[in-house]
């Protein structure tokens, strides 16, 4: 029933959309040609913009005298041997790749060749992930002079003074996984394998030298060596943890837990983060001037809590800048009477902490500022000095400075190490605090020309 009764045949004359659809055809389109090769005539730094922050990250580090890495450098105008890389390229990467939150050697090789800003840095100067991680791993000492180099021209410009830090520590991931502890007795008997390894290795390249090339044969022997000294620390490692432990439960009439240590990393410790967790880590520690915020010390442990940080942070900026700061704010982690006791004798400083458990204490009748039995001087005052208004004010400095450090640090990649052992990782923590502190120089120092203008 749905066939009409009469059929009408083919239209005489087309429908007007028809005749719409016959006069404009089919569509032009701009299609995309990928494969069409081009030739485009700019320099790379036309074609990088002129505000981009490579270009401040250059500027930066090349104001900079690297002293340390260039004394080492043997290939001399006038003698043989292959011109060395320009460290000022070298460190203007690892800044720039610690700012975007890059933190891998063969990542930042990668985009030395894939991306603009890096390709920028580069100017046509090749590098690869071994010089890259070599320049960050090797040069401990050489970048915390460049740490100290750049704080001591802030104070020489009187754009930092060292009257008041803040202090606070960041548990950041290591390299390791859980599975990688072990206790002594398994660590030997991977040690005992290892071993046998290495000998097994030897032989073979001594009887079958063709199987592997010598760059094969050498990149096995030295995996498995490296594999060996792992573990020998790590027993070395588990040892003192070991002796550490039942040191605490002679103490505490207790019995001492077996000791673990990494196989992966062995100067790792488990701790407890902020997720309720626990996993092997290191505790990073940053002093930041409360003015400028400016980091002006850096410290890497594997010490799960901050009790006894504070006296060796006061040490090592004395040590840098030939001055102690007046005042030093800290969490309630820091406050232990050693440390309080310390601060105050040996360094005049005055340290800011809140007193342990003080809304207890009032609900007891007890006044948490009144000095207690077996207190020192230091800590009496302390504890006074806590009760004032103006010690309140203070003390709120420390949220806005170590607080606002740690987490532009956690913004910028710092939650697991790239790298293994505990001075390799403060080498990490190192390189963002320069990084950091280069682009607050830049802040202060605009600020300080815009007030003379």
């Known amino acids: 029933m749905s066939a009409l009764l009469f059929d009408k045949g083919p239209a005489e004359h087309p429908s007007p959309s028809q005749v719409a659809q016959a006069a404009a055809g089919r569509p032009r389109l701009r299609v995309p040609h990928r494969d069409q090769i081009e030739m485009h005539w700019a320099s790379l730094d036309e074609l990088l913009e002129d505000d981009h922050r490579a270009r401040l990250v250059w500027t930066a580090v090349a104001g900079l005298r690297l002293d340390g890495w260039l004394e080492e450098i043997k290939a001399v105008e006038g003698s043989v041997g292959r011109d060395a890389t320009d460290p000022r390229l070298l460190a203007a990467l690892w800044v720039y790749a610690t700012l975007e939150g890059v933190g891998s050697a063969r990542e930042l090789a990668r985009l030395c060749q894939k991306h603009l800003a890096y390709q920028w840095l580069c100017g046509g100067v090749s590098v690869n992930y071994h010089l890259l991680a070599d320049f960050r791993s090797q040069g401990g000492d050489k970048w915390d002079a460049l740490l100290t180099q750049i704080v001591a021209s802030l104070l020489a410009e009187g754009l930092v003074t060292m009257t008041r830090v803040a202090q606070d520590g960041m548990r950041v991931r290591a390299s390791a996984g859980k599975a990688s502890f072990r206790r002594r007795g398994r660590l030997e008997s991977f040690l005992e394998e290892a071993r046998q390894q290495v000998e097994t290795l030897k032989q073979l390249a001594d009887e079958s030298p063709e199987e592997l090339s010598r760059a094969q044969r050498a990149a096995h022997q030295r995996a498995a060596r490296e594999r060996t000294e792992r573990i020998e620390e790590a027993i070395r490692n588990c040892e003192q ?16 837990k077996e000791a673990r240590a990494s196989t992966t990393d062995p100067e790792a410790r488990n701790m407890k983060f902020a997720n309720g967790g626990y996993s092997p880590g290191y505790n990073v520690q940053f002093s930041t001037e409360t003015a400028g915020g400016v980091i002006v010390g850096v410290a890497v442990t594997n010490v799960g809590n901050d009790g006894g940080e504070l006296p060796p942070m006061l040490e090592q900026i004395e040590e840098r800048y030939d ?3 007046g005042e030093a704010l800290v969490d309630g ?3 232990a009477k050693e440390a309080i006791r ?4 040996n360094h005049g400083c005055t340290v800011y902490a809140p007193l342990k458990d003080e809304e207890k204490q009032r609900v007891k009748g007890t006044d948490p500022h009144a000095p207690k039995k077996g207190d020192s001087a230091a800590v009496a005052a302390w504890r006074a000095r806590m009760g004032t208004d103006a010690a309140k004010t203070i003390y709120r400095l420390r949220c806005q400075t170590a607080e606002w450090v740690n987490a532009m640090a956690r913004n910028r990649g710092l939650r697991q190490m790239p790298v293994r052992g505990q001075r390799k990782c403060r080498t990490v923590a190192v390189m963002y605090a320069i990084a950091h502190n280069l682009m607050q120089a830049l802040k202060l ?3 300080a020309i815009q007030m003379s203008g």
């Open 333 to 335: 982690g820091f406050a």
């Open 241 to 256: 943890l070991q002796a550490e432990r039942e040191a605490r439960a002679k103490i505490a009439c207790e019995p001492a």
């Open 323 to 325: 001055c102690c700061p």
């Open 445 to 447: 120092r605009a600020e």
């Open 342 to 345: 310390d601060a105050a004798e």
